[in-house]
């Protein structure tokens, strides 16, 4: 099973730190909450769960069954949901997806798959027939992004506030999915200021901010 350990992780920002100390374990099966006020350092921590930014002191390893994961192995079982990801805004849903899973080597989608993935994150097929992404509205996006997500088959969620700009359905779903994969051993860090959110968790890493 898959497996992230902080050691000792201290993250600053031109001399100013934003994250000190810190050390957790977080394994597959589980979903982690990240919680604190705005500006605490949740995004950073995500950031560095995802290798886009290194620790000034620490470590962050991945294992799987005890083996620690190059990390091109380790990114390409991430699946990583940001405020920052766009999806490309002139193709269209469908495209979006052939293009992302390709991107990952994984097969396309069958037009029942297709249908069936719509309609788990809450999007009517019609409603994105045929219309590039930079028509959908902002919860829409994230529903797509979400979407690509799930078909990524990535088992290392990376999720920074992923129930931003949806409604209460569409939060619902979030809360939904990230339960049923972290139930399938999928390991799930969501950074999040959403009390439903965080009472999915299992366990919960609260930055205080400095
Ligand atoms: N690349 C950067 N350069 C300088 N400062 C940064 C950088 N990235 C983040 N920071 C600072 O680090 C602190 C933590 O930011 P971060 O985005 O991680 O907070 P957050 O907890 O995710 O906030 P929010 O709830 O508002 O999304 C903030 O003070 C921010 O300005």
């Known amino acids: 099973m898959v497996s992230l350990t902080f050691s000792d992780v201290t993250k600053r920002f031109a001399g100013r730190t934003v994250i000190e100390h810190l050390s957790a374990e977080l394994a597959g099966g589980t979903v982690t909450a990240v919680t604190g006020e705005n500006g605490s350092g949740k995004s950073t921590l995500l950031k560095m769960a995802a290798k ?7 470590k962050i390893v991945a294992r799987d069954g005890g083996q620690e994961l190059s990390k091109a192995a380790y990114r390409a079982r991430i699946g990583l949901v940001t405020p920052e ?48 992404v930079e028509h959908f509205s902002t919860g829409m ?15 290392i969620w990376l999720l920074d506030e992923p129930g931003a700009n949806l409604d209460d359905a569409g939060r619902s779903m979030v809360r939904r999915e990230a339960r049923r994969a972290a139930d ?27």
């Open 85 to 132: 990801f766009h999806a490309y805004p002139k193709l269209t849903a469908r495209e979006n997806l052939d293009f992302f899973l390709g991107f990952r080597r994984a097969a396309p989608l069958s037009p029942v798959q297709y249908e069936q993935l719509l309609a788990r994150v809450g999007l009517a097929s019609d409603q994105v027939a045929g219309k590039f």
């Open 141 to 155: 996006r994230k529903r797509l992004h979400l979407a690509i997500l799930l078909a990524s088959e990535a088992d």
């Open 52 to 58: 886009l930014l290194l620790p000034d002191e620490g």
């Open 184 to 210: 399938a051993g999928k390991l799930v860090l969501l950074a999040t200021n959403d009390r439903e959110e965080e009472a999915v968790a299992d366990a919960c890493i609260s930055l205080s901010g400095h």
